[in-house]
């Protein structure tokens, strides 16, 4: 049974940075994504997926943050971290690291990131 572990959320300000790490404890496969939602307060039943990554290093960004975030993974350790500049209020939400493994999929249990001044 495959467990995440999100570290590095909090509170910063607009324009600033955050970096987000996430652990996967077990073994991972060549074909699994790892990768970053966001669950936005009030609204518990909708996930937007913000960046994901493969094991050969193919990412994807949802359109809005294209440019600010950057996702990265190292296969050796099992981490996947997104790296977080120019930081908006629109951005604040809670983070939730997911694994793709086929045929399952494995959620962390979030880390909450809030930008405000």
């Known amino acids: 049974q495959v467990q995440l572990v999100e570290s590095g959320g909090g509170l910063v300000q607009p324009g600033g940075s955050l970096k987000l790490s996430c652990a996967a404890s077990?073994?991972?496969?060549?074909?699994?994504?790892l990768g970053w939602y966001r669950q936005v307060p009030g609204r518990q039943h909708q996930r937007e997926l913000v960046?994901?990554?493969?094991?050969?290093?193919?990412?994807n960004y949802t359109d809005s943050v294209k440019g600010r975030f950057t996702i990265s993974r190292d296969n050796a350790k099992n981490t996947v971290d997104l790296q977080m500049n120019s930081l908006k209020p629109e951005d604040t939400a809670t983070y939730i690291c997911?694994?793709?493994?086929?045929?399952?999929?494995?959620w962390g249990p979030g880390t909450q990131v809030t930008v405000s001044s």
């Open positions: 960046a994901r990554i493969t094991w050969g290093g193919d990412t």
């Open positions: 997911y694994l793709y493994d086929y045929p399952r999929k494995y």
């Open positions: 077990g073994r991972l496969s060549a074909s699994s994504t």
